[in-house]
């Protein structure tokens, strides 16, 4: 596309604030790794760490907040079609609110686990809609660096869930020492609802909403540039996104209808295995279940509390690395590389595990830690932040909500599959579980290979790689041609303000009858 392939600071900050969304959702999840690490809580609640009494309610809590996401992410897709992606946003934000409420007021085992189960909840619809908004106001080139964000603050989440748990460890009242813990998920709902009075709805909503003049004036906020005074990039955007719109209202409406179609088909188990994938590798359950399997490898007091907080810090540092990188690498080059180092590191990890888990060999222990932080280098660097990027981006406007919501519906589908029985399998056939998160993702390479390439493309070209019509490819038009769109672009946006939108509207419809009048002598 032409004009300006850079963002606006507007853009990124845009782009980021929404991001509270997704450290909802790595808080929220990561949180019960840490509550789980604390003496109070087991006291309150009648409990003992590694008791049978204990690991039903543990497997309970994982299980309900996957079982709570499923139903959110699918919740948020009606809701984002419906009323738009920002009224989804602040809903997401209220449900949040409301249960780090129940979360840290709980007086009874049951009461926490309704509030479990809501906040499950939250992280669905949050883990759906955040990648959606975030892929619909970027632009081509950087959009893999605006919703690697998503999977950047998602782990930044988790490590400050990870530290919040750290730090509650040495507070004397053991009471404050859990209910702080999760009373502090109300933080990130809280700021994020504040700031949805200012942030735009996203233009290709507002545009099958027929709302174009809004739209218009969206796209050339989120997409000025200094260089570009005529916003020919942003003019461009909206022709090609009317274009694609109207060709994409022609094909089936409803999900089932769509689903008939073959590249809509690819599109969705595309997007349900790169997340089940991703959740194959076995990265929540080491993430939720750390403070058990550090006492495992004989670590206790506030040792696993204090790695657990550098194993999540290292990982969302690197998921920032992975966000500032796969513009350049590409999406399936980063998730073949991370699903590859995944199994490897994983397999290392579980041998030493299996030879001296439970022994006082500080060397094989030490070279377990060791292991455990390859894979989530791996994984951090190369799946995290990528997988989200990439399930944002296949699926067309019309049907994109629903799209990332099936596939995050996989995400909290594989996670509880994995961790719900986790707790209760660790004690049983202990090491063996994770031979489960070896042979899956093992099996799932030589599929990862297949998939096609989005990097660099707008959404709407995109299209055409799953086998779609493009109704304008601007990455292909030959230097002719897109000299001579920009210059319509130029001649219609030099009039007054007012007359800006009738102008491009009017070229909108003459760039339309050239192309169907060039599909007919073709055909």
Known sequence: MGGATSSSAYNFLVVFTVALGSFTYGFNSSIIGSVFGLPGFFEYFDLTLGGKKSTPIIGAANGLFAGGGMIGCIAVAWMADRAGRVRAIQALCLLGIVSAIIQAASIHIAMFLVGRFLSGATAGMANAIVPVYQSEISTPKQRGRMVGSHGFLVVCGYASAAWTGYGCYF??????????CLALQVVAPGLLMAATFWIPESPRWLIVQDHGEKALETLIRLHANPNDLNNTFANEEYIQICRQLELESRNPQGIIN?????????????????QCLAQSTGVLVTSNYQILLWNNLGLFGSIPLLLYSLYTSWAAFLNWVSSMIVDR???RRLLIFGFVGCT????????MVATFSET????????????????????????????????????????????????IF???????????PAAEAFATIGWKYYLIFIIVPAC???IITRLPETKGLSLEEIAATFGDEVALDLSHLSPEEKKKLDEQIRAS?????????????VLYQETKIETEVEHRDVA
């Open 344 to 351: 490897c590191m994983l397999i290392c990890f579980t041998a």
């Open 493 to 505: 946006t030099t009039g007054r303000d007012g007359k800006v939108l009738a102008n491009i509207n």
């Open 329 to 331: 690498f590409g999406r």
């Open 410 to 420: 996989g995400l909290f589908a594989m996670t509880l599959i994995y961790t719900q």
């Open 360 to 407: 006082d060999n500080k060397v094989g222990n030490a070279f377990g830690v060791v292991f455990l932080f390859l894979f989530v280098t791996f994984y951090a660097s190369c799946v995290d932040a990528t997988s989200y990027v990439y399930c944002s981006e296949i699926f067309p406007t019309h049907m994109r909500a629903q799209g990332v919501a099936a596939s």
């Open 171 to 180: 507070e004397k009242n053991l009471d404050i020492q859990w209910r702080l």
């Open 444 to 446: 799932g390479i030589p």
């Open 258 to 274: 769509q689903l008939k179609e073959p590249h809509n088909r690819k599109r969705f188990l595309t997007g349900m295995f790169v």
